[in-house]
């Protein structure tokens, strides 16, 4: 098991190299660069070019007159020392502007997938348990309307009926008192919960809606196996037989996709901090995108793909865990 | 199915099935197709589905003739005008009458400087079928002003958008974008997914090997941020067309992956089957063999995923005009018109805006239909 860990752990470094590589080379893309538009603001602004010279020295500066492998090498370079380059709208370093909402990310990313799984597992095994009834095709149907609704047009639809029923905002993920708030204290965080669940709930509708179907075709398949009728035959109650026999198998798979769940999951985190303006790193993204802040968009890119790795590992783990039958040697 | 042949394929599996399907006697002398379109047509959600696509995609084709006005008539006094009411009875006379409108009264509020508007049932305009209208080409060729429906008075059935314009109508011709680039994306998909899967499947070795990374590689970013990079990355200054193929190219670059590993497995289990080697024995090249005998074998495969993959590209470029990376205005699509709706003190006030989100949902699902059944019905000889 150990050694498993560890081989996986070496097998994603390749993986990190060519995943900065493409985040760089996408990045670059975009014709011109952030001083670019910058020097056309300034034309604007003072009407003549001696902003050109004053570009031309922070172009300097940015080392954005160097050949492309050579910002990539120095771009990387510092990442051993948590230097992730500076963001040129900001002024100031990328590691200062994206840790804090690095951290709401991956809360927001955990949090929905664990309800995903609090609630499409359940689901799963009683639309099963009711195959064909009426119970199992409204939850189908529910789930086809879940896997079809696009998460932002969920999120803004609910923010717009809360606010027109009860006319309590939705946006953000703190009331405007603790906004201003510096540093933590615990009526920060219960308000932090208390905003936590919209999001979580919308980013979950659609990885529910599939995860559902899996659990039940699994434990379809499973409610079939021979043992599940020895089980029966032994008299046990049929709670106890789908619950502690069949349902320990079939949730199998379901962890094993925990780590193909995770991109849709980020995904999802992304346009819908976008939409109701969360302090993620979605809204970042676009903002760096759309300004060419290149170390900044950049940055946030790789980071996501790291979740991701890292996401996959541990589903790997627990499934390694989860289920004796797998050996890896 | 007028061949009847009860024939001896079928005489094992008559007393099973004769009591439930009759049908099956004859099911040993149907060509797959047949089969497959028999266990299609029994789901009747994929039918409905089909029957939606067809309606929703010759009415965008037709936009022209099928939409009130054109999708870039404006009209500034009627700004962010609400659902009009089509009225079939007349409070005045106190009878039904053919459907008709009545005209539009706009105030404007002393504190915030709105403009409203409320009916005018001074003034009624009845609705027509083949009503003379906006002038158009459709498709290039025909030029016409005819209309299917439309009126002399306010006809805007969806309201109407920040410069006064049609969403109703454009609705219709925004299909034309969302509609076609999922269908241009997952054909490129296609193209890619299955020559890299056939290629890595049948050559092997280093080849495999390295496609096979290529493919995790990709399925390692998050799909909507790894599309909002590229999509940035086009030029300020092209056209609608290229902007439009551009995005269907980068729909299509996470697409394929996920074909090409399917191709890949389905190639790799037939590759060494009996009927490929005696083709290869008997002389048959490379190229024969491929496109014969290994890929026949995965049509079917690659229809289904095409089919649940299109949902995927329209939510995308949805998503991408949404977040203004997407498709460009004057060029419309449902994402564009979402655009909109984006920021939400704006839905407050004009919550039919959120109208354009009702086509992009009943495709999704209705493709989604259409998938699942012919995902089941792929295998008609299983029961």
Redesign the interface.
Known sequence: MRNYIIRRILLAIPTLVAISIIAFVIIQLPKGDYLDQKIAQLEQQYGDSSSIAQAGALRHRYGLDRPLPERYLKWVGGFVHGDFGESFRYEREVKDLIWERLGFTVLLSIGSLIFTYLLAIPLGIYSATHKYQWQDNTLTFLAFLGMSLPGFLIALTIIVVVYKLFGVPLFGLFSPYYQAQVGWTPGKVSDLINHLWVPIIVISLNGVAGLMRVMRSNLLDVLGEPFVRTARAKGLKESVVVVKHAARIAINPLISMMGMSLPDILSGTTILSIVANLPTVGPLLLQGLQDEDMYLAGTILLFMSVLLIIGNLLADIALAWADPRIRYD | MTNMNPGSTANMQIEDELSEDPQALDRGSLSYRQLVWRRFRKSKLAIIGAGILIALYSLSLFADFFAPYSYITDNMLNRYVPPTHVHVYDTKAGNLRWPFVYGLKSTRDRETMELSFTEDTTKTYPVTLFHRGDSYRMLGIVSSNLHLIGSDGPFYIAGTDRMGRDLFSRILFGGRVSLTIGLVGVFLSILLGSLLGILSGYRGGWLDVAIQRII??L????????W???A??L?AGWSGLQVYFAITVILSLLGWGGLARQVRGKVLSTRDADYVMAARAAGASHWYVITRHLAPTAYSHIIIIATLSI?GMI?GE??LS??G?GIRPPMTSWGVL?QD??R?TV??HY?WL?IS?LP??IV??AF??VGDALRDAADPYSN
Do not use: H, K
């Open positions: 995790e590689l399925s390692a970013f998050p799909a909507i941020p790894l909002m990079s590229l940035a990355a030029p949902p939510l949805t998503a949404f977040l990376l979402l709706a984006q939400v839905v407050l919550p959120l989100s992009v949902v999704v699902i989604n239909f």
